[in-house]
């Protein structure tokens, strides 16, 4: 005897909640290690040479890192821009809003698993 769910909601809401997590707490430290870092001269710009960061992706902790960083915020937009969608007049079309929506998270999500396995 299974548990089954009357409707998906409770999952889009996680990876929301997760998505906005890893949006304000990883993006803002990743632009300031990236951005701001090299920028200011406080990280050697040799450190993010084509080379160095190759074998850094090597590291399937690095790899898990990538996809958590581009995967969950992706599905934080989605289910963000679904709602937009729909509270701006577009609940006839629900169904069609979801599906654009969280498919193209999940698009994304396949192509990044793809690209760093």
Do not use: Q
């Amino acid at each position: 005897m299974g548990v089954r769910l009357k409707t998906t909601d409770p999952i889009w809401w996680g990876l929301f909640s997760a998505g906005g997590t890893v949006a304000a707490f990883l993006v803002p430290v990743h632009i300031l290690v990236t951005g701001l870092g090299v920028g200011l001269g406080w990280i050697p710009l040799e450190t993010l040479s084509y080379e160095r960061v190759r074998e850094l992706l090597e590291n399937p902790l690095a790899r898990l890192y990538l996809l958590v960083f581009i995967s969950l915020p992706l599905f934080h937009s989605a289910h963000r821009l679904r709602h937009i969608l729909i509270d701006l007049g577009g609940g006839a079309l629900k169904t069609a809003i979801s599906i654009l929506c969280y498919g193209s998270a999940i698009a994304g999500t396949a192509a990044t698993v793809w690209l760093l396995v």
